[in-house]
């Protein structure tokens, strides 16, 4: 790979870095110049390899982060369990059973799943990040033509269709 002037000096004032050593933390210093936002709860944090960048939704199961995967250099979407009393074993098992069953399903309109892991007794899954505006805004800020509405629909009962037929929906 080629490097850049900072990463080449930073290369040859430590050589027992390796090259790829030196491109991780650079690419981890250009998340952090572009992608950190105010810290709130984990928003700015490193947890579990994860570099926690915003929070894309909440759930009645889980809230959901975009997040940057150290370890790989990608963009995932990363689950958590939501804590508290609600976070029985029951709930626990639910969580684990949605991210196994999604994880089954190979399809270009489903996301696909990387990781179920917990730490600390927090459980979370890694999958796919999509990127892109919500359809929800689309919708509110009346930017969504019929065509374009319809071939979401269609896609959304493509894979509906999918998961059906492996006994998911």
């Known amino acids: 790979e080629i490097l850049c002037t900072s990463c080449l000096l930073l290369h ?6 390796s090259v790829d050593r030196v491109l991780l933390a650079r ?5 952090e110049t572009f992608f950190t936002p105010p810290k709130t709860g984990l928003i700015g944090q490193t947890w579990e390899g994860y570099k926690i960048i915003e929070e894309l939704g909440r759930g009645g199961m889980g809230i959901v982060y975009k997040a940057f995967q150290i370890q790989l250099g990608r963009m995932v979407a990363l689950k958590i369990i939501r804590e508290g009393p609600s976070s029985s074993r029951k709930r626990i098992q639910r969580f684990l059973r949605e991210a196994r069953a999604l994880a089954s399903l190979r399809h270009p309109h489903i996301v696909s799943i990387y990781d179920i892991s ?5 459980y979370y899954f890694t ?9 929800s805004d689309l919708i509110r800020q009346e930017e969504l033509s019929v065509q374009h509405g319809a071939r979401i629909v269609r896609d959304v009962g493509y894979a509906l269709a999918y998961a059906h037929s ?3 929906v």
């Open 166 to 168: 492996k006994s998911i």
């Open 12 to 17: 040859k004032s430590n050589p027992s870095i």
């Open 118 to 122: 917990s730490f600390h007794d927090q």
């Open 27 to 31: 690419r981890m210093e250009l998340i």
């Open 127 to 135: 999958m796919e990040f999509i990127a892109g505006r919500p359809l």
